[in-house]
């Protein structure tokens, strides 16, 4: 569906409000791995280890209805160790041959509609029986309950971090479980809450961007689809007016114009008829001098 109100708000969701989503969640996902992973480097008052500090949601996965093979996605989870490879977009992975050992795969971004590189999946099958084996790619990974029973395209939808911003919550809610201490400097010392405040500044997100510079992209690429859709918008009322008058010069009737039109045809049609009688009368007299 292209056109219409419906249509507007269809590609507005498709091209601005799933990607800004996207790109919230991503930050989400990077800030609560990062900080959990430098938090688990500390102790708190007690001297233990520290654990997470927040919880998120993981990834979500949907199978076609209409798949051939009855394989099923049992897990979906963030790869902590390729986070850096995490995207703020969804794939599509579908099943290209399930004959071949290993299965092969070919996993598609939705939002450019590229499709990953074989170096950058990852297949796994611990146990050399197709049970629960895994398939990892942009900072994600797939549990298979049976990857025997995978048929030529299958095909799942994968969302990795749409709605990871929603399930952000904090984990810990006794202050004194806050690891803020180094772990060789004793619980008495503020080492570990420099390392997390550090955090601000690291490349987190995507390996490239800081939170704070992930943000401000996002923030300013909304900004500049605002402006295009207003440009739109008043270009579109623009010509809405022109055609609205186009149609209204070829089929509105206005009363009084065309009671002088009537009149002035009117005058016409009595100036023709003087004509035509003066004629008349002229030819009659040259007669009348012949004979």
Same mark, same amino acid.
Request: charged share 20%; no cysteine.
């Given at each position: 569906?292209?056109?219409?109100?419906?249509?507007? $708000?269809?590609?507005? =969701?498709?091209?601005?409000?799933?990607?800004?989503?996207?790109?919230?969640?991503?930050?989400?996902?990077?800030?609560?791995?990062?900080?959990?992973?430098?938090?688990?480097?500390?102790?708190?008052?007690?001297?233990?280890?520290?654990?997470? #500090?927040?919880?998120?949601?993981?990834?979500?996965?949907?199978?076609?209805?209409?798949? !051939?093979?009855?394989?099923?996605?049992?897990?979906?989870? #963030?790869?902590?160790?390729?986070?850096?490879?995490? =995207?703020?977009?969804?794939?599509?992975?579908?099943?290209?041959?399930?004959?071949?050992? !290993?299965?092969?795969?070919?996993?598609?971004? =939705?939002?450019?509609?590229?499709?990953?590189?074989?170096?950058? @999946?990852?297949?796994?099958? !611990?146990?050399?029986?197709?049970?629960?084996?895994?398939?990892?790619?942009?900072?994600?990974?797939?549990?298979?309950?049976?990857?025997?029973?995978?048929?030529?395209?299958?095909?799942?939808?994968?969302? !990795?971090?749409?709605?990871?911003?929603?399930?952000? *919550?904090?984990?810990?809610?006794?202050?004194? =479980?806050?690891?803020?201490?180094?772990?060789?400097?004793?619980?008495?010392?503020?080492?570990?809450? $420099?390392?997390?405040?550090?955090?601000? &500044?690291?490349?987190?997100? &995507?390996?490239?961007?800081?939170?704070?510079?992930?943000?401000?992209?996002?923030?300013?690429?909304?900004?500049?689809?605002?402006? @295009?859709?207003?440009?739109?918008? *008043?270009?579109?009322?623009?010509?809405?007016?022109?055609?609205?008058?186009?149609?209204?010069?070829?089929? &509105?009737?206005?009363?009084?114009?065309?009671?002088?039109?009537?009149?002035?045809?009117?005058?016409?049609?009595?100036?023709?008829?003087?004509?035509? *009688?003066?004629?008349?009368?002229?030819?009659?007299?040259?007669?009348?001098?012949?004979?």
């Amino acid at each position: 569906m292209t056109g219409g109100s419906l249509g507007g $708000l269809m590609s507005f =969701r498709a091209e601005t409000l799933d990607k800004a989503q996207n790109q919230i969640g991503q930050m989400a996902v990077s800030l609560a791995t990062a900080f959990n992973a430098q938090h688990a480097e500390g102790v708190d008052l007690q001297g233990e280890a520290g654990g997470d #500090f927040f919880s998120i949601g993981q990834p979500r996965t949907y199978a076609a209805a209409d798949n !051939p093979g009855g394989a099923e996605i049992t897990q979906a989870s #963030f790869d902590s160790e390729n986070i850096d490879r995490l =995207r703020a977009s969804d794939y599509t992975v579908r099943v290209t041959d399930s004959e071949s050992d !290993p299965p092969a795969f070919e996993v598609r971004r =939705r939002d450019t509609g590229q499709v990953l590189d074989a170096a950058e @999946v990852t297949f796994n099958d !611990p146990g050399n029986d197709g049970s629960d084996a895994t398939l990892s790619f942009g900072g994600v990974t797939l549990t298979f309950d049976d990857t025997g029973k995978l048929a030529d395209h299958d095909s799942f939808e994968v969302q !990795p971090v749409r709605n990871a911003a929603g399930s952000l *919550e904090r984990a810990i809610g006794d202050p004194e =479980r806050i690891a803020a201490a180094g772990a060789s400097g004793g619980s008495g010392n503020n080492e570990n809450a $420099l390392a997390m405040q550090d955090l601000q &500044g690291a490349a987190l997100v &995507g390996g490239s961007a800081s939170l704070s510079g992930a943000y401000g992209a996002m923030v300013s690429d909304v900004g500049n689809r605002t402006n @295009v859709v207003q440009v739109n918008l *008043e270009a579109r009322q623009s010509l809405t007016e022109q055609l609205e008058a186009t149609q209204q010069s070829a089929s &509105g009737v206005n009363l009084d114009e065309e009671a002088a039109n009537l009149i002035r045809y009117q005058q016409y049609y009595q100036a023709n008829a003087k004509v035509i *009688e003066a004629g008349k009368t002229m030819i009659d007299t040259i007669l009348g001098l012949r004979a």
